[in-house]
Nanobody
Framework: QVQLAESGGALVQAGDSLRISCTGSGPTYTINTMSWFRQAPGKERVFVAG????????FYADPVEGRFTISGDDDGRHLYLQMTDLKPEDAAVYYC????????????????????WGQGTQVSVSS
């Protein structure tokens, strides 16, 4: 069974940078797309960024385009999200997700496309 675990969440100030990580265990070679989602209190879980293994440009949600960078290994063992110029509206629990299929838009943005989820890591941004 694939397991994903996020780490690196913290309380930062607006304008700061932060990198969060996701570590996969088990048969992660079955994963072909990995993404980050976030969920703020009282709101739905939404897509942030995604990457397909073995090629293809990453995908970003409009609010983070140009500020966040997704990277990782193509074996599903590690996924990262480098966040710069953080804003209070970026505060949320960030989740790592893995899908066994190669996803493009719009499926890559949908939570139902993913089979594996981590428990989340909290990112808080003070103004």
């Amino acid at each position: 069974q694939v397991q994903l675990a996020e780490s690196g969440g913290a309380l930062v100030q607006a304008g700061d940078s932060l990198r969060i990580s996701c570590t996969g265990s088990g048969p992660t070679y079955t994963i072909n797309t990995m993404s980050w989602f976030r969920q703020a209190p009282g709101k739905e879980r939404v897509f942030v960024a995604g990457r397909r293994h073995f090629g293809g440009s990453p995908f970003y949600a409009d609010p983070v385009e140009g500020r966040f960078t997704i990277s990782g290994d193509d074996d599903g063992r590690h996924l990262y999200l480098q966040m710069t110029d953080l804003k209070p509206e970026d505060a949320a629990v960030y989740y790592c997700a893995g899908a066994t299929t190669i996803l493009g838009r719009p499926l890559i943005t949908r939570t139902g496309s993913y089979s594996y989820w981590g428990q989340g890591t909290q990112v808080s941004v003070s103004s």
